[in-house]
């Protein structure tokens, strides 16, 4: 059975995760709130119901956890819910402990990218670099059926869905960009979205912090642990952890700061992954590392008053990343940001904080609830006559470039490091 992590800790302090689910009142305040339920109306699919679930798993009152699998697969964990709710039940914690509880260990396809990104990140690199050339030579398209198959349906849904292939991943990038000096001003955390599948993401974040911070220096980092944690290998997501905790007191106590929002929470999040007593010392640890940690939206934000205004190209929205709003609770900081930069062109848009049914690996495992949440995303975008929608999380531009393309395709989405540093470079120079 896959570790279950027993405690958690919440808004009223630390947890047993059956304590947590006791938390619920069973108001209904949060199914508003929640897209998944709105999309659906099913209470098997409210944040309600799902505490209700786990709960009844904890007491083993359901003879096959397995029951209750669709409904726990089905929550975004965007934790709008949370949000929403006045007890502030940790309902997306609660849900991936059920899910654990119910599935038993990861997919072997997780823990076998997860292992290469703890033991041998360059053998992950190489195969990217290949599965990139072929994506861009059409080869990989012939591969669906068979990934399809095999059992692999969500590979060939990436496949499909999923339009980069960077040949030049941002480590082949950072030899440039650090050829102006590194300083210690900050450390630069690459997630693994920037870091392999948007590299110019990454590469603005270098750009946009030299120029309103100063010089900086890449963490050399690995993977946060998101991606095992949130699948169902709890221990692997702890030997990562570690492993960036042991890296970043290594280099100093500037702030690190990573660029996608899902990550950022995580690693803010450290702390949870080390409340069992042997665990003591790593804990107060990884409190000090969180501590340390910034969303590049924060920064942004804090340096809002020297960023220039951009280029007018019509008008500029902002999509809350979840994982910033809900998860770090970060509303006004973009917003500051991406004001500054798009002046009279910056519309708010409706329902900004909902999530755009993105979710990690979501959109590919749960395609049409997954689509019926983006078409009212990309419908409240074209209800302001949006042209950029700006957004901080790789997920949602996973999700949010597919959405455009299909439903509106006058517009375009960009990460909030590639509209900040378009602003700063229109007016100062590359």
């Known amino acids: 059975m896959a570790e279950i992590l027993g405690r958690l800790l919440t808004d009223l302090g630390e947890r047993s995760d059956y304590d947590a689910a006791s938390q619920c009142s069973r108001c209904g305040y949060c199914e508003q709130a929640c897209p998944t339920y709105v999309a659906t109306g099913r209470e098997s699919q409210s944040p309600r119901g799902r505490s209700q679930l786990v709960r009844l ?39 991936l402990e059920g899910r654990r509880r119910a599935r038993g260990d990861a997919h072997w396809l997780v823990r076998a990218a997860s292992g290469l990104l703890v033991s041998r990140p360059a053998v992950l690199r190489l195969l990217l670099r290949a599965g990139f050339l072929l994506k861009r030579l059409g080869v990989s398209r012939l591969a669906r059926p068979l990934l399809r198959l095999i059992g692999l349906p969500v590979l060939a849904a990436m496949d499909e869905h999923v339009e980069e292939a960077p040949l030049r991943l941002l480590d082949d990038r950072l030899p440039a960009l650090r050829r102006a000096g590194e300083g210690d001003a900050w450390r630069y955390f690459a997630a693994c979205g920037p870091r392999y599948l948007f590299p110019r993401v990454g590469a603005a974040t270098w750009r946009a912090l030299t120029h309103l911070r100063g010089k900086g220096r890449f963490m050399e980092n690995r993977c946060c642990g998101l991606l095992a944690h949130n699948y169902g290998d709890v221990a692997r997501a702890r030997e990562l952890a570690k492993l960036n905790i042991e890296r970043a007191e290594a280099t100093g106590d500037a702030p690190v700061v990573g660029d996608c929002s899902s990550c950022v929470a995580f690693l803010k999040s450290y702390p949870q992954l080390f409340l069992a007593p042997s665990e003591a010392p790593w804990r107060a640890r990884a409190e000090k590392f969180s501590a340390r940690v910034r969303d590049v939206v924060e920064a942004y934000g804090e340096d809002s008053p020297a960023l220039p205004l951009a280029a007018a190209q019509g008008r500029v929205v902002y999509h809350d990343s979840c994982r910033a709003l809900n998860g770090q609770g ?101």
Request: net charge negative.
């Open 57 to 95: 798993i904890l007491e083993g009152k359901l003879s096959d956890p397995k029951a209750a699998e669709e409904a726990l697969s089905t929550c975004l964990l965007c934790g709008a819910c949370t949000t929403a709710c006045y007890a502030k039940v940790a309902v997306p914690d609660l849900v």
């Open 330 to 430: 970060l509303k006004e900081e973009p917003r500051r940001a991406v004001r500054a930069a798009a002046g009279a062109d910056y519309r708010e848009m409706p329902e900004s904080g909902v999530c755009c049914g993105g979710a990690g690996a979501f959109e590919f495992v749960h395609g049409e609830l997954s689509d019926d949440i983006l078409r009212r995303k990309v419908g409240n975008a074209a209800s302001v006559q949006a042209r950029t929608l700006v957004t901080s999380s790789t997920s949602c531009l996973i999700q949010l470039a597919r959405g455009l393309k299909m439903y509106y395709p006058d517009a375009r989405v960009l990460h909030i490091s590639e509209y900040v540093a378009a602003a700063i470079e229109d007016r100062h120079g590359a």
